[in-house]
């Protein structure tokens, strides 16, 4: 069965470093999500990305992220300068479409970010 | 800004019987609802969904009720297996965005 595949599944590092998340999608799946969820907390959607553009974003998703799909198959969720209160799981999704056909968005295990 | 909540932050039920997790919402614009089941060190894993315009979806053990005069959903797990002990998260979608609003969660124990 295709499934989103995440790495690293643990990432640690030191507060103002920066780090990149990667996300394989599944292949025939055309929006992709980062979502995450700060321990004890529920999940809370990032970002998503659609037709090599970003299509919404949250207000966590500020100056210090960005996304991009480098090479077609890859989707990458990048941090400048990292906080501790970044330290959360990572979750990277992602549909067939919108709406009422597709809607379902299939989650990556995760990656642990933990800032120090 | 709680979208969908979650009242029950557990539940535990005797393997065979059923479990039913609720969830509330208050945003009329919510068009989709799914329920994914997330095990610990895992991503959600999606479980069952339903449109605005039903009322009930089953598939196998579950079954999603809405009742949107009240912005109500249920999940019903029957009959309930240790398997399904994990947490439970109810999710809402807003046709005219991208985002899923997921709930707090509900964790279910079923014990033998």
């Known amino acids: 069965e295709p499934e989103v595949t995440q790495t690293p599944s643990h990432q640690v590092t030191q507060m103002g470093q920066e780090v990149i998340l990667r996300c394989v999608p599944i292949?025939?799946?055309?929006?992709f999500y980062w979502y995450r969820q700060i321990l004890g907390q529920k999940v809370e959607f990032l970002v998503s990305?659609?037709?090599?553009?970003?299509?919404?974003k949250s207000e966590i998703f500020d100056d210090q992220f960005s996304v991009e799909r480098p090479d077609g198959s890859n989707f990458t969720l990048k941090i400048r300068s990292t906080k501790l209160e970044d330290s959360a799981m990572y979750f990277c999704?992602?549909?067939?479409?919108?709406?009422?056909?597709?809607?379902?968005?299939?989650f990556g295990q995760g990656t642990r970010l933990t800032v120090v | 800004d709680q979208q969908v909540k979650q009242n029950s932050p557990s539940l535990s039920v005797q393997e065979g019987r059923i479990s039913i997790l609720n969830c509330d919402y208050t945003?009329?614009?919510?068009?989709?609802f799914l329920w994914y089941k997330k095990y610990p060190a895992e991503g959600p894993t999606f479980l069952i969904s339903?449109?605005?315009?039903?009322d009930k979806n089953e598939d196998g053990r579950f079954t999603v009720f809405l009742n949107k005069s009240a912005k109500h959903l249920s999940l019903h797990i029957v009959p309930s297996q240790p398997g399904d002990s994990a947490v439970y998260f109810c999710?809402?979608?807003?046709?005219?965005?991208?985002?899923?609003?997921f709930g707090t969660g509900t964790r279910l124990q079923v014990f033998p």
């Open positions: 945003n009329s614009m919510f068009d989709y």
């Open positions: 999710a809402a979608r807003d046709l005219n965005t991208d985002k899923l609003i």
């Open positions: 990305f659609y037709n090599n553009e970003i299509s919404e």
């Open positions: 339903i449109s605005s315009i039903k």
């Open positions: 999704a992602s549909s067939v479409g919108r709406g009422r056909v597709g809607t379902e968005a299939f």
């Open positions: 292949s025939n799946h055309l929006y």
